[in-house]
């Protein structure tokens, strides 16, 4: 079936500094990903829709400038979580959107620590 | 954001016993999806449903669209040690953009 792969698994980094989360789509092509945010015993909340090829729309109270979000091929989309700070630690997860029918595909997720 | 209201918020059950959780909105969705998400996992899905009133199983599990498209339940019917986890419905409003909504998640343990 459908894959889609998040790297990294786990990422620490220092406040202020930025980092990339990477969402391929393994084994199909996805115009259109989504990212999401899991704080702890939270559900999942969409931060915004990645569009191949176009800006991504994001939603409400979701800062652009600090999330980038770079849809270059129709098999990656990467989030950059820029200037991070301890409040951004979270567990990010991706979805795609599969060819034809249209079901969502979740990535593995990515937990990212801000010290 | 917009969540849907997902009951009960935890289950501890004994193993061999039925489960079932429900999810309801305010609002018409025109899919409802149920997925299991392991800690440190992404969710995988169990469940799609399309129609309302469709009925729907999956092994042990089985999931139904409401009449008024505001609600789903689930179902898991003899529960095992491997049921343990977070269970979540979640709902597109409309079918083409692919947005999901979420609802607040039913973490299940299961008493072997």
């Known amino acids: 079936g459908a894959v889609v792969s998040q790297h990294p698994s786990w990422v620490i980094c220092k406040s202020g500094t930025s980092v990339k989360i990477e969402c391929r789509s393994l084994?199909?092509?996805?115009?259109?990903m989504f990212w999401y945010r899991q704080f702890p015993k939270q559900s999942l909340m969409l931060m915004a829709t990645?569009?191949?090829?176009?800006?991504?729309?994001?939603e409400q109270g979701v800062e652009k400038d600090k999330f980038l979000i770079n849809h270059a091929s129709l098999t990656l989309s990467t989030l950059t979580v820029t200037s991070a700070h301890p409040e951004d630690s979270s567990f990010y997860i991706c979805?795609?959107?599969?060819?034809?029918?249209?079901?969502?595909?979740f990535g593995e997720g990515s937990r990212l620590t801000v010290l | 954001g917009q969540q849907l209201n997902q009951s009960p918020q935890s289950m501890f059950i004994q193993e061999g016993e039925d489960v079932s959780m429900n999810c309801t909105s305010s609002?018409?969705?025109?899919?409802w999806l149920w997925y299991k998400q392991d800690p440190g996992e992404g969710p995988v899905l169990l469940i799609a449903?399309?129609?309302?009133?469709e009925l729907t199983s999956n092994g042990r599990l089985t999931a139904q669209f409401g009449i008024t498209r505001k609600d789903s339940f689930l179902n898991i019917s003899a529960s095992i040690p491997s049921d343990v986890g977070i269970y979540f419905c979640?709902?597109?409003?409309?079918?083409?953009?692919?947005?999901?909504?979420f609802g607040q998640g039913t973490t299940l343990q299961v008493k072997p």
């Open positions: 979805s795609a959107k599969g060819e034809g029918t249209g079901e969502l595909f």
């Open positions: 084994d199909f092509q996805a115009t259109t």
């Open positions: 990645s569009n191949e090829g176009s800006k991504a729309t994001y």
């Open positions: 609002s018409i969705f025109n899919t």
């Open positions: 449903l399309y129609k309302a009133g």
């Open positions: 979640a709902g597109h409003r409309s079918s083409n953009t692919g947005k999901l909504i």
